[in-house]
């Protein structure tokens, strides 16, 4: 399988995670939700699911030709990382007397997973591209 098929299933997989950011907070909410209480207690992670969502129905529609959506994909790593790397750094410190460790075992390296697996398909799709 080449690189760019694996990408257009990376795109999917990964969208259909994005559209479940929201189930796993009710599953594991100590990986995946900043606060207490169920998720829709909480407006900014609402705003958070709301966000993601999009982004994950966007992702899955580039699966359909991922070269053309180059600049999605590349956003979806850029701010992935960005993202990952302020969760990382927040996980070490208390807000609202809720400890914040068990994100360095969820999102945390999922978002970092995501960014170098699409990161990485779509640079080997170029390159395959490019060299024929």
């Known amino acids: 399988m080449n690189a760019l098929s694996l990408l257009k299933i990376a795109l999917v997989v990964f969208g259909i995670a994005f559209l479940l950011i929201y189930p796993l907070a009710i599953v594991w909410p100590s990986g995946w939700a900043w606060h207490d209480g169920a998720p829709y207690s909480n407006d900014y992670y609402m705003m958070i699911v709301g966000v993601y969502a999009v982004l994950g129905i966007f992702l899955i529609l580039a699966a359909r030709d991922p070269l053309a959506n180059r600049s999605l994909i590349w956003f979806t790593v850029a701010s992935s990382l960005v993202h990952g790397a ?10 609202d007397g809720m400890n914040h460790m068990g994100h360095l075992m969820g999102d945390v390296p999922a978002l970092v997973a995501i960014a170098v697996i699409l990161g990485g398909l779509l640079w080997s799709a170029d390159m395959s591209v490019k060299a024929h």
């Not at 302020?86 to 410190?93: L, N, P, W």
């Open 86 to 95: 302020i969760m990382a750094q927040q996980s070490f410190g208390m807000t």
